[in-house]
């Protein structure tokens, strides 16, 4: 059961909008829902931003959005900000009743 | 509010068992929700471990992630509204920081702080 497959990195400037892809298989993304995106500073825990593909957690600002495509899932920042800046993780559910996580995407606010 | 709080050595022999608690607070361990544990080995990624899920009736049921499923066992002490993470015959692959976390099918809501364990002699 590998990682889920997510770009090393990407970059925006403030005010710009950056899309983060996740990719999986049929026995994860593709099958279920349960897709959720985590936003972790250095030396913090993850923080919850995104559950269920598209739902954000009381708290979390509307300039996170999340939408999914057959095996892909994607987080969308608009309105980029310099606080974004930080490592973004997706996780899913899986038909193993398992959960698997991306390997992780460093996010710079140039 | 809830609050997750990791405990256990910092420090483990190779071979030995890694044991962590996870304190619960603001939320029962026994609610219809899961329990779960996930490590980061330093500057890399999330690896999810396992989780342990309380549903209606008391029903409980423990999942594994499969590279870690033989050596891992996850357990509930419901009286100090905790569960723990044991990992067997540790390695310096082991080394990293587990966190404890509440939520089903990897919904994560709530987070511990995070406890880093290192396996050297």
């Known amino acids: 059961q590998s990682a889920l497959t997510q770009p090393a990195s990407v970059s925006g400037s403030p005010g710009q909008s950056i899309t983060v892809s996740c990719t999986g298989t049929s026995s994860d993304i593709g099958t279920f829902n349960h897709v959720s995106w985590f936003q972790q500073y250095p030396g913090k825990a993850p923080k919850l931003m995104i559950y269920?593909?598209?739902n954000r957690p009381s708290g979390v600002s509307n300039r996170f959005s999340g939408s999914k495509s057959g095996d892909t899932a994607f987080l969308t920042i608009s309105g980029l900000q310099a606080d974004d800046e930080g490592d973004y993780y997706c996780s899913s559910y899986t038909t193993n009743t398992t959960v698997i996580f991306g390997g992780g995407t460093k996010l710079t606010v140039v | 509010q809830v609050q997750l709080q990791e405990s256990g050595p910092g420090l483990v022999k190779p071979s030995e068992t890694l044991s962590l608690t996870c304190a619960v607070s603001?939320?029962?361990?026994?609610?219809?929700?899961?329990w779960g544990w996930i490590r980061q080995p330093p500057g890399k990624g999330l690896e999810w471990i396992g989780s342990l899920c309380h549903s209606e009736g008391s029903h409980r049921d423990t999942y594994k992630g499969p590279s870690l499923k033989s050596r891992v066992t996850i357990s509930v002490d419901t009286s100090k509204n905790q569960f723990s993470l044991q990992l067997s015959s540790v390695t310096a692959a082991d080394t990293a920081l587990y966190y404890c976390?509440?939520?089903?099918?990897?919904?994560?809501?709530?987070w511990g702080q995070g406890t880093l364990v290192t396996v050297s002699s």
């Open positions: 976390a509440r939520g089903r099918r990897g919904t994560y809501d709530s």
């Open positions: 269920d593909v598209t």
């Open positions: 603001g939320d029962s361990i026994t609610r219809d929700t899961c």
